[in-house]
């Protein structure tokens, strides 16, 4: 193997094995927070789901490591970002993020099959998503030619009888799945001990729309437009969703959730609809170029900059798919989050900087980590509080 191909796995190694030094998951543990946010106590457990978190991330960060931009790609990432930062300062989007967001068309008559049988039976939604970058966008056609992406999807579970509130639940990066969504949100515990209707809906790229090897392969990695463009899309999709919830299903409220990446994607459709009974952001991006700068840099060759491959110009771009940009439209005190003080993949100051954007709501910062979150009772027994006093309030 040549000393270029040997590299990449030897920085690899050299992360996680200083990531599991001890001395190195107290000092994390201790530091990157805001004096706002909790110390995290060091017991064996909350170390342990730290160390899960990190294998995980990086298994993904090696696998994006060992994938060396062409100098094909790294052309056309200059060419891209150039041509977007003149169109979006020309057309104002830059300035006005807000603008860059189209209102979607109504969703009417999806398609829906039942799925599974007896306690385990939901809905399969499906449609044409509609969704396309506004004309001579960079990376439009490119877009547009991922044939699985242009039909969303979501999971669905109705209950019989009069309208009920509805929660709609945005997955996490890498999910996209029934069989992960839906226990991530407690969907049975939503749709049975609450009474709500739920609607998971699946981001572009992922589960029965991803394109690549794995779910949410080319949302993150395949060049800047392609992420400004997965997360327009998720919030063009979502917002087709809730249009079908208010026009066809009575809803009498509406509540969304999301999580990790999904989160991000629910505080940006909070900043475009005003209607919603509450907003939650579970362990939630708030800044998706300062997120993968911090976990991917370190793992970047140093002459990544002289490829022209510049952080700036993405930072740039990507204003117009930041929940940061834009003024929530959903009450303060309809706001939630949930971080955890342990996470590796959405350090705990990148949730700060969301929860002062959205001036201190209601948070909950529990002593775990960015996967552990399904299993931390505090975080259960949060959602339940926040969507009771919300949108089954508001349909009482």
């Known amino acids: 193997m040549s000393t270029s191909l040997h590299q990449p796995l030897d920085d690899l190694r050299r992360v996680v094995t200083e990531a599991v030094e001890p001395r190195q998951i107290a000092s994390w543990l201790r530091g990157h927070r805001e004096p706002a946010i909790p110390s995290v106590p060091l017991r064996p457990e909350v170390v342990g789901k730290w160390l899960i978190d990190e294998w995980t991330l990086q298994v993904e960060s090696g696998m994006n490591r060992l994938r060396l931009p062409t100098s094909d790609f790294r052309r056309r990432q200059r060419q891209e970002l150039t041509d977007a930062i003149d169109m979006f300062t020309e057309r104002g989007w830059s300035s006005e993020p807000r603008t860059y967001h189209r209102d979607p068309p109504p969703l009417i008559d999806p398609e829906l099959r039942t799925v599974g049988v007896g306690p385990f039976a939901f809905e399969h939604l499906s449609f044409d998503s509609g969704y396309a970058p506004h004309d001579d966008e960079p990376g439009h056609e490119r877009w547009l030619g991922y044939e699985r992406n242009l039909t969303a999807h979501a999971w669905v579970l109705r209950h019989e009888g009069p309208p009920r509130p509805w929660m709609v639940c945005v997955n996490g990066y890498r999910?996209?799945?029934?069989?992960?969504?839906?226990?991530?949100?407690?969907?049975?515990?939503?749709?049975?001990?609450?009474?709500?209707?739920?609607?998971?809906?699946?981001?572009?790229?992922?589960?029965?729309?991803?394109?690549?090897?794995?779910?949410?392969?080319?949302?993150?990695?395949?060049?800047?437009?392609?992420?400004?463009?997965?997360?327009?899309?998720?919030?063009?999709?979502?917002?087709?969703?809730?249009?079908?919830?208010?026009?066809?299903?009575?809803?009498?409220?509406?509540?969304?959730?999301?999580?990790?990446?999904?989160?991000?994607?629910?505080?940006?459709?909070?900043?475009?609809?005003?209607?919603?009974?509450?907003?939650?952001?579970?362990?939630?991006?708030?800044?998706?170029?300062?997120?993968?700068?911090?976990?991917?840099?370190?793992?970047?060759?140093?002459?990544?900059?002289?490829?022209?491959?510049?952080?700036t110009p993405l930072e740039r771009v990507s204003r117009v798919a930041s929940p940061l940009s834009m003024a929530p439209l959903v009450p303060r005190d309809r706001r939630f989050i949930y971080a955890g003080l342990a996470d590796r993949w959405v350090r705990p100051a990148n949730v700060y900087t969301l929860w002062e954007h959205w001036e201190r709501c209601p948070i909950l910062w529990y002593p775990g980590s960015h996967l552990s979150f399904p299993f931390e009772s505090e975080v259960t027994d949060f959602v339940d509080r926040a969507i009771e006093s919300t949108v089954v309030a508001d349909a009482a």
């Open 175 to 311: 999910t996209g799945t029934p069989l992960i969504d839906l226990p991530a949100f407690r969907v049975d515990q939503l749709h049975g001990r609450l009474g709500v209707n739920v609607a998971v809906v699946v981001l572009p790229l992922h589960g029965p729309r991803r394109e690549g090897r794995m779910s949410g392969d080319r949302t993150l990695f395949a060049g800047a437009l392609n992420s400004v463009h997965a997360i327009t899309q998720a919030v063009w999709d979502v917002r087709r969703v809730l249009s079908w919830i208010r026009m066809t299903q009575a809803a009498p409220a509406v509540g969304i959730s999301g999580i990790s990446l999904g989160g991000l994607v629910a505080s940006l459709v909070a900043s475009l609809d005003s209607e919603l009974s509450c907003v939650i952001g579970g362990v939630p991006e708030s800044d998706l170029v300062r997120g993968m700068r911090r976990h991917v840099e370190p793992l970047l060759p140093p002459f990544y900059e002289v490829w022209g491959l510049s952080w």
